[in-house]
Each structure stands twice: as C-alpha cells, then as structure tokens.
C-alpha cells in the first residue's frame, strides 16, 4: 500500500464508484483534528471494506478489522492493537528507524499528504451539502482523482490505478468524536514496547503473536493479518 501511495503523487482521472457521503448525513460540529471517517474501499477484483480512520489532535487510528487496529502520532510513533487479546505494541521513532521504516506522517493523517496535491492538477471547486470539494487529477503515466474537503483535509473520494491494481475510496460517513470516547477504546489495553518483545517471550500472548507471525524481534516487525510479513517498508490499511 505504502509504495502505491507513493505513486499517487504522479498519478489522471478515473471513475469513482461506491457510497458518498449524503446530505442527511451532514455532521454538526465537526473539527478536522477530532472525528470519525469511515471510507468504503473498493478494488479492481471486486473485493470492498471499510475503512474507519479516528482523530483526536496529534494521534490516528485505522481500523479494517474486527481484530486489529493500528495507531499514528504526529511524532512518528506507531502502535498495533489487538483486540480479543487487548494487547498492544508500540514502536517509538527509533525502533521504526532500525527497522527501515520511515512513514510519511502527513499522509498517515490524510490519506493523501496535502503537499502532494499541489503536483496534481486543480479542476474545478463544487458545492455539497457539507462541504465544498474541490477536484485533483493526475495528467501522467498511473491514474489518480481526488476530491477534497479543504476544511478537514481529507479526500471526500479519491481513486488511484497502476497496471492492474486499482482501489477506490468513499466518504461514507464522518462525525465527531471526544476525548473520552476515543481514550476509552484503548483504556484497557496493556501495552508493550517492541524493545522488549525478546526478553517477553514467556509471556504468552507475545509467544502467541511471535508464533502466528505477526510479531518477530528483530525483523521487520510489520505482518498482515495473515500473519504473512509485510517487508520493512509495508503497511496493512489500515491505508
């Protein structure tokens, strides 16, 4: 996923397709540093998710998964919940540094970094019941068409496609969210540094993950809920 992001900063227009965001479903009071999103994804072969991305000031969740759901700050720190277990790991910079991993933060918390619109080409602003979008297309070699919501700087839609690989992303609903709320999902979580995972191989839940491979000290500490690795540079969306 990281490396066709990646490509979206050269990527020209496609057809988006999915659920948007409806007039009767406009939220109230929403801040873009403190909501709820929840994106219909869709991809070339048919398969959809959703997608529900959780703010609150300098810290955001992506959650595709019952099971899983993962944790950005703005300092670059990176977490994995585990639900059933309610367990977590955390990364700090610098084990994600050893680990080569190096995220792009702003598009961690935008689904699209800002900066990268301005190497698309502007189109058109449009009026919506909620907000006002404004349209982005590539003109080169991949495909890629975004409409933004400016005042949350999040993508209303947005559609990308290299070769065969094509995902489409929408809005389905947003809302906001409190500080109790999003604090009380993770409060009963025990968490662990991933320094220590090898000196925890006793405890049995870190055996269990390290077993079912989605932990393993000393690699590149990143797996899809498959358990298959995803490399030192892959990401499970979240995105």
Known sequence: MRNVLMATMLL???TLAGPVLAADTCPKNLKPTAYQATYHVKRANGETH???LTRLGNTIRYQNSDNIFEQWTQQGEFSRFFVKEQRSVTYTVGDLRSLHRVPNIEQKFHLI??????????????AHPCFELTQYNSTQTHQLAVTWMEALQ???????QSGQQQVQFSLQQISSISAEAFNAKVSKFSDIDFADIGDSESDPFIAKM??????EHGSSGFYHSDGHSMGGSGHSHSH
Do not use: C, D, K, M
């Open 12 to 14: 020209s227009p496609v």
């Open 50 to 52: 959703q997608l529900v």
């Open 113 to 126: 970094a800002p900066a990268s619109l301005e190497q698309l080409q502007q189109q058109s602003a449009s």
């Open 154 to 160: 999040l993508p209303h839609t947005f559609s990308y």
């Open 210 to 215: 390290i077993n079912q491979g989605f932990i």
